[in-house]
């Protein structure tokens, strides 16, 4: 392995707001890697600069980051830069991806399905924006993930709070309408996507607490859809990837709605890799295990 794929920097950590997470999924990667023979360091962005991985001569990089400074294009495209292939997606499609503003105006000039939205300011017609997406509404910061900054706006006069908190996190700040139906996630691998995860949270009420730190959350893997179905959902989830220039692996969000419509939420290009996390899982129901996972992913890593 050693020779395969010489010297390996596993980043994790960085500044963002999901660092906590990324520890976790980065110690977890760390470890997978060392375990099959790979000569894999850890590599804290927000502790060290970047600049010390040409320096000290590593070969290729894993990258473990979530959110802004890891997940965005920026630390893609210094790793271009110094000329060491990664894993994931390239610059534009990771900064294009990290945005859920423009990756929703793409989708929908592809013609692909994704919840109706307005851009939220300071200024707003509160109600004005009720009328038009109706109620429940999901008020999210454009640039982060992991619902960090979210909320589930059930009245109008709380609107104007989950914008409040919402820019606290980030100047452009989206309000989504809210569309019934079983939340599914679909991650690719390459130009395969494993098999969906059904996500059962409590009260429906999928945060950040329950996606990385309590047990209340179901999930069902395989998700339970005729075979068909999830092939269609599946297509369509290749296509969401394509069309923003992903590559390697990442992460659909989508809901389908009672009436077997699926809409188009999020695309995540660096997903979570901890205990707690749906690629892994998806991809253990493919026959794939963690260590397995990570060496196809570290075998992805390229430039450009």
Not at 136 to 142: N, Y
Not at 146 to 162: E, F, I, R
Not at 211 to 240: H, I, N, W
Request: aromatic residues 8%; charged residues 20%.
């Amino acid at each position: 392995m050693k020779q395969r794929f010489g010297k390996v920097a596993v980043l994790f950590g960085g500044a963002s707001a999901e660092r906590e997470v990324s520890l976790m999924s980065g110690a977890a990667v760390l470890a997978a890697l060392q375990g099959a023979g790979v000569d894999a360091h850890p590599f804290d962005p927000a502790q060290r600069d970047l600049h010390v991985l040409k320096e000290e001569s590593f070969d290729r990089v894993f990258i473990a980051l979530h959110g802004r400074g890891g997940e965005d294009g920026t630390v893609q495209g210094a790793l271009e830069l110094m000329g060491i292939p990664y894993t994931g997606s390239g610059v534009m499609a990771s900064a294009l991806s990290m945005d859920k503003w423009r990756t929703k105006m793409v989708w929908q000039a592809c013609g692909l399905p994704t919840p109706r939205y307005a851009i939220l300011d300071a200024d707003t017609d509160w109600q004005a924006v009720v009328d038009d997406l109706g109620l429940p509404i999901f008020v999210k910061p454009v640039h982060e993930g992991s619902s960090m900054g979210a909320t589930k706006v059930t009245a109008a006069d709380q609107l104007q709070a989950a914008w409040a908190l919402a820019a606290r996190y980030d100047d452009l700040v989206i309000a989504e309408e809210f569309v019934a139906g079983q939340e599914l996630t679909a991650p690719f691998l390459e130009d395969r996507v494993l098999p969906l995860v059904r996500i059962v949270a409590p009260d429906g009420n999928y945060d950040y607490q329950h996606k990385y730190f309590t047990d209340d959350t179901r999930y069902d893997c395989p998700c339970g859809l005729p075979d068909a179905q999830e092939q269609t959902l599946q297509d369509l989830v290749m296509k969401s990837a394509r069309v923003l220039g992903c590559r390697g692996w990442g992460r659909a969000d989508l809901i389908l709605t009672d009436d077997g419509r699926p809409y188009l939420l999020e695309m995540n290009t660096s997903p979570g890799m901890t205990g707690h996390s749906l690629v892994p899982m998806s991809a253990r129901i493919a026959g794939m295990s963690f260590e397995a996972l990570c060496l196809k992913l570290l075998d992805g890593a390229r430039l450009g």
